[in-house]
Nanobody
Framework: QVQLVESGGGLVQAGGSARLSCAAS????????MGWFRQAAGKEREFVAAISRSGGMTTYADSVKGRFTISRDNAKNTVYLQMNSLKPEDTANYYCAAGRRTFFTRYPEEYDYWGQGTQVTVSS
């Protein structure tokens, strides 16, 4: 069982930046593809970004491309989401996910473990 704990959320002004972290309990963290998803109030969960096991490949949702950057530090068992130029529509609960069955993917059903989420609120 992999435990994922997100941190770094909070209230940010539009145009500002925030950095989310997701710490994993698993010593074989490098065996897992990692992803970030978000869910706004009243909306379905949506893909944000994903990174391969080694960190060599990444993919992003069109809505965040050029503004968000996903990265990982396998020595620290942590994945990050750097969010710049934040917009009010980025307001959501952000979740990280770990998947062992996939190289890296934007599909939530291919992830095995999920964190509890961290709220990001962007004020206009």
């Amino acid at each position: 069982q992999v435990q994922l704990v997100e941190s770094g959320g909070g209230l940010v002004q539009a145009g500002g930046s925030a950095r989310l972290s997701c710490a994993a309990s698993e010593r074989t963290f490098s065996s897992y593809a990692m992803g970030w998803f978000r869910q706004a109030a009243g909306k379905e969960r949506e893909f944000v970004a994903a990174i391969s096991r080694s960190g060599g490949m990444t993919t992003y949702a069109d809505s965040v491309k050029g503004r968000f950057t996903i990265s990982r530090d396998n020595a620290k068992n942590t994945v990050y989401l750097q969010m710049n130029s934040l917009k009010p529509e980025d307001t959501a609960n952000y979740y990280c996910a770990a998947g062992r069955r996939t190289f890296f993917t934007r599909y939530p059903e291919e992830y095995d473990y999920w964190g509890q989420g961290t709220q990001v609120t962007v004020s206009s």
